[in-house]
């Protein structure tokens, strides 16, 4: 599945992150390479369901397989290709701890195979550029080759090349894992079952396109968490007071912005350094 990084996964899980508030995921390109794609009747639909499968199973990823998806808001249109399925489209997806997720899907996007994953946590943030920009760049003439990328629309000028795109693309990570369960008699780490959840969560999101509503994301049959609400995100700064936010000035105090518990009344304070 293109785009999950194994540090950036590993790193979420492990709390580096704290709780996960927001997860997005953005898959666009060109298009796609065979004519069977952007037939509707074969393919069963445009980029979102083309490219937005992975995008939701990659949000799914950070914020937890076990927390459920109660409800999705997408915007979906055919802006350029003469086709009848969408080319273009973005959504908003709800989580029952609060999380939310968001997906971006585009055939219609100049420049090549556009992959980025944002994470917000309450104790950090992940930006991840998976294949566009992945550190290389180069110009060249085009007259040395031709094959630059996939989804690369130019081998000629400033070009950003995919070292090692197998690996970038996670083709040999998803093949491994795929033959260690086999091997091991185990569950590999994508299955039917997280399918028939994304699935749902598409579901949900092309009747939302149509019907320009909050539309309910309908799962039979839900194996996660259930009654997850939303965590507690008051911090205690002492008996009177809840902590907003803490930070150092440019002249080297440290301000605290406060909420009284019984009032509600927010003020600030300054704790001057030591000198």
Request: include cysteine.
């Amino acid at each position: 599945m293109a785009g999950i990084a194994k540090l950036s996964v590993t790193s979420v899980r492990e709390g580096a992150l704290g709780r996960i508030l927001w997860a997005k995921s953005r898959e666009t390109h060109p298009g796609p390479h065979s004519d069977w794609f952007w037939d509707i009747e074969q393919a069963g639909g445009g980029c979102v369901l083309d490219l937005g499968c992975h995008c939701v199973e990659i949000t799914r990823s950070y914020i937890g397989k076990d927390i459920k998806p109660i409800e999705v808001m997408c915007w979906a249109d055919t802006q350029v290709k003469p086709i009848d399925a969408e080319d273009h489209a973005i959504a908003l997806i709800k989580y029952e701890n609060g999380a939310i997720a968001q997906f971006e899907v585009s055939w219609t996007f100049r420049g090549g195979l556009d992959l980025r994953d944002e994470v917000m946590g309450t104790e950090g943030t992940i930006w991840i550029n998976n294949f566009l920009r992945t550190g290389f760049e180069m110009f060249t003439t085009g007259k040395g080759g031709d094959y630059i990328a996939e989804k690369a629309e130019s081998n000629s000028g400033w070009l950003f090349p995919v070292g090692d795109e197998l690996n970038e693309l996670g083709y040999n990570h998803m093949f491994a894992d795929m033959f260690d369960a086999y091997e091991n008699k185990q569950s590999p780490k994508e299955t039917f079952y997280d399918g028939y959840v994304v699935n749902a969560v598409l579901d949900a999101a092309y009747k939302s396109a149509k019907t320009k509503l909050w539309e309910p994301v309908k799962l039979v049959h839900w194996r996660g968490k259930e009654g997850v609400g939303k965590d507690n995100h008051l911090v205690e700064f002492d008996d009177e007071h809840y902590l907003i936010k803490e930070e150092m000035t440019h002249y080297g105090d440290k301000k605290l912005i406060l909420n009284n518990k019984k009032s509600g009344e927010i003020i600030e304070k300054v704790e001057e350094k030591i000198k």
